[in-house]
């Protein structure tokens, strides 16, 4: 019975943090917008708090890293997607900016979320096994440095006159790009290694490994066209911006069949 009174009280606490945590974020994207950066900012710090918050709990409750569900997942995503709103991203005047465009998404991402059981994923046991919290948890991460790289490719897109300070953050925008390649590389090593200790083969090709290519390929494309037009540059954001995309799409996808 007390079992059952604390998992009743975690699950009201998540709830109630998850409200509060979406309203921080939309209150961070308003003041923004509307050039209140002092308290922009603080409602930006409250969000992270009750997000990290929450993935806490959710890691209590369930006594394992908040990385794989669908509803822990993105809220860990969001989590580093916030943290480098605030901290990673170049001063700019116009808007909506960079910082605009990471907190429009993560509300999208929260808006995902409602379609979703808010609730920690169940104990299993290679839940703890450390090659299986690499390959899903550098994923989540990897979401959430992609979809930064996103947010300076929208901005950079959506530029009629462009200056030396928006070209800098495209190429600010790549080496986000860059990072979630290499963490997404390294997940999928470490779901190599995975498989191999847990069943003494590497994994062989079917529907994830597809998708995994397809995601790989996307952004190696995106480093690999030539040229420094503008409409290089057009194409090259485009496409990294599309292979994050398909990241979220295969993450949703899977979410809805689990």
Not at 141 to 156: D, E, N, P, R, S
Request: proline content about 1%; aromatic content about 16%; some cysteine.
């Amino acid at each position: 019975m007390t079992g059952f009174l604390n998992f009743m009280e975690m699950q009201k606490f998540i709830s109630t943090a998850y409200t509060v945590d979406i309203l921080f974020y939309a209150s961070t994207l308003i003041a923004h917008l509307i050039k209140r950066e002092r308290f922009s900012r603080l409602f930006a710090m409250a969000a992270i708090g009750a997000n990290a918050a929450i993935l806490a709990a959710l890691a209590f409750s369930s006594h394992h890293l908040p990385v794989f569900n669908l509803f822990e997942g993105l809220l860990t995503s969001i989590l580093v997607l916030g943290f480098l709103g605030v901290f990673g991203r170049q001063k700019e005047t116009s808007r909506p900016d960079v910082a605009a465009w990471v907190w429009i998404e993560v509300l999208f991402l929260f808006g995902i979320t409602l379609f979703f059981q808010k609730e920690a994923s169940a104990f299993r046991h290679d839940s703890t096994f450390l090659w299986v919290l690499l390959f899903h948890g550098l994923r989540e991460i990897a979401l959430g440095t992609g979809l930064f790289a996103v947010a300076h490719f929208i901005f950079f897109r959506l530029k009629k006159d462009r200056n030396a300070l928006d070209k800098r953050i495209l190429h600010q925008g790549r080496n986000f790009l860059l990072l979630t390649t290499v963490l997404f590389l390294n997940s999928e090593y470490a779901g190599m290694i995975w498989c191999q200790k847990g069943w003494g083969d590497f994994w062989h090709w079917n529907g994830t490994f597809f998708q995994s290519t397809l995601i790989i390929l996307g952004l190696m494309l995106a480093f690999h066209i030539p040229g420094n037009s503008r409409r290089a540059d057009d194409i090259r954001s485009l496409l990294g911006s599309a292979a994050v995309l398909l990241m979220l799409t295969v993450k949703v996808g899977k979410g809805l069949f689990v």
